[in-house]
Each structure stands twice: as structure tokens, then as C-alpha cells.
């Protein structure tokens, strides 16, 4: 079974960016479809985007798209997030996720496997 870590988060001023990672270990990274999700304080956890096993199928949450890029390496067994024009409401923590399926990949039940979440901050 695959074991996640992310990392990349931080403090981030209104406009910038970060990058995320989601580094797998245990098994290779080319076997599952993966997801980025985030939870704010008192929210329920947001679907934030999600890559098709091959890379060629990406997906967006409505409040993300056109900012945020999902990305794989699997030479590297890593998933990135590039958060650009960031925003004080995109402040959470951020999980990647990783499921054999692919399929509705926009549902938090659709994944069997978490990391842990790395903290994103964004100052006004």
C-alpha cells in the first residue's frame, strides 16, 4: 500500500504562489489516479483537483481553476499542486489523496489513501 507525504506548504502573501508535493513511497505512483483536497477551519474538506492515471486527464474545483495546476512525476513518485494568484480564502490544509479508480475523483470517498496534510497560510 502507498504512503503519502506532502510538503510545500506555508506562509504566503495575497497574490502569490507555492507548490506543493505529494512524495510516494511503498509502491509506485503510476498505479493511481490522484487528488489534492483542502480543509479550512470549521469547513468541510474541498475537492481542489485531481490527475488521471496517465496525466492526460486533469480536473478543477470551481473556486481553483484557471490559479491552480495538478501535475505528476512518476519517475519521481511525486504530484505537485502549483498555486498561483493565491487568495486568503485558499487558507487550509492541504491533503493529497491516491485511489487505484478513476472515477469521480471529485469525491473525498472516491480515495482509499491520505497523506497527512501540509498548512497553507495566505495574508491579505
Known amino acids: 500500500q502507498v504512503q503519502l507525504v506532502e510538503s510545500g506548504g506555508g506562509l504566503v502573501q495575497a497574490g502569490g504562489f507555492l507548490r506543493l508535493s505529494c512524495l510516494a513511497s511503498?509502491?509506485?505512483?503510476?498505479?493511481?489516479?490522484m487528488g489534492w483536497f483542502r480543509q479550512a477551519p470549521g469547513k468541510e474538506r474541498e475537492f481542489v483537483a485531481a490527475?488521471?492515471?496517465?496525466?492526460?486527464?486533469?480536473y478543477y474545483g470551481d473556486s481553483v481553476k484557471g490559479r491552480f495546476t495538478i501535475s505528476r512525476d512518476d519517475a519521481k513518485n511525486t504530484v505537485y499542486l502549483q498555486m498561483n494568484s493565491l487568495k486568503p480564502e485558499d487558507t487550509a490544509v492541504y491533503y493529497c489523496?491516491?485511489?487505484?479508480?478513476?472515477?469521480?475523483?471529485?469525491?473525498?470517498?472516491?480515495?482509499?489513501?491520505w497523506g497527512q496534510g501540509t498548512q497553507v497560510t495566505v495574508s491579505s
Open positions: 511503498g509502491d509506485r505512483l503510476s498505479r493511481y489516479a
Open positions: 490527475i488521471s492515471w496517465s496525466g492526460e486527464n486533469t
Open positions: 489523496a491516491a485511489n487505484y479508480v478513476e472515477l469521480r475523483m471529485w469525491l473525498e470517498s472516491a480515495y482509499e489513501y
